[in-house]
T-cell receptor, first 116, second 107 residues
Framework: KAGVTQTPRYLIKTRGQQVTLSCSPISGHRSVSWYQQTPGQGLQFLFEYFSETQRNKGNFPGRFSGRQFSNSRSEMNVSTLELGDSALYLC???????????????FGSGTRLTVV | GIQVEQSPPDLILQEGANSTLRCNFSDSVNNLQWFHQNPWGQLINLFYIPSGTKQNGRLSATTVATERYSLLYISSSQTTDSGVYFCAAAPGNQFYFGTGTSLTVIP
């Protein structure tokens, strides 16, 4: 079956712009999480959605937001981009019954965002 | 949040050698996974192992939840095993990642 699909794969934006990244989970998965990976901070949790509701949010400013649609696809948005937002953004999906993922999370290939 | 520590940070092996990567976590978890990050950035799930032992080919993993650590064993390493290995632990539905072990296997 198809894996987790993230689009676009690469993106270059200028400071001050906004960006929207998309994640399509594995069919049947209802939980979608987003992570940011940078050389300095490593992998950090952004937020998690389950059945269109944000269940958990990491320690990121309000410029980072997300949503989940009824088909479980998710988008994250970053407004007023800063140079420090340059990172690999990874999305993961899980079956997600209740608060414990069943059989773990599967990650997509990521979107590499460069802010210039 | 919980602390996740991985050791060693870097490892260089001759092809064919065996290795053990360790992951310590500071609190109880309901999910622990090992990932291999490929050169394109994707995290490839190796094991979902909140407790017990699993094996998949040359790889195996053991998590001792009561002692809050997990081990990833790589036997008969190959150059294709090179890359960064991450341990991720989740007390709820949020992963906390270690800083990874960078493995280089030389022919």
């Amino acid at each position: 079956k198809a894996g987790v699909t993230q689009t676009p794969r690469y993106l270059i934006k200028t400071r001050g712009q906004q960006v929207t990244l998309s994640c399509s989970p594995i069919s049947g998965h209802r939980s979608v999480s987003w992570y940011q990976q940078t050389p300095g901070q490593g992998l950090q949790f952004l937020f998690e959605y389950f059945s269109e509701t944000q269940r958990n949010k990491g320690n990121f400013p309000g410029r980072f937001s997300g949503r989940q649609f009824s088909n479980s696809r998710s988008e994250m948005n970053v407004s007023t981009l800063e140079l420090g937002d340059s990172a690999l953004y990874l999305c993961a999906s899980a079956v997600g019954a209740g608060h414990s993922p069943l059989m773990g999370y599967t990650f997509g290939s990521g979107t590499r965002l460069t802010v210039v | 949040g919980i602390q996740v520590e991985q050791s060693p940070p870097d490892l260089i092996l001759q092809e064919g050698a065996n290795s053990t990567l360790r992951c310590n976590f500071s609190d109880s978890v309901n999910n622990l996974q090992w990932f291999h990050q490929n050169p394109w950035g994707q995290l490839i799930n190796l094991f979902y192992i909140p407790s017990g032992t699993k094996q998949n080919g040359r790889l195996s993993a053991t998590t001792v939840a009561t002692e809050r650590y997990s081990l990833l064993y790589i036997s008969s390493s190959q150059t294709t095993d090179s890359g960064v290995y991450f341990c991720a632990a989740a007390p709820g539905n949020q992963f906390y990642f270690g800083t990874g072990t960078s493995l280089t296997v030389i022919p």
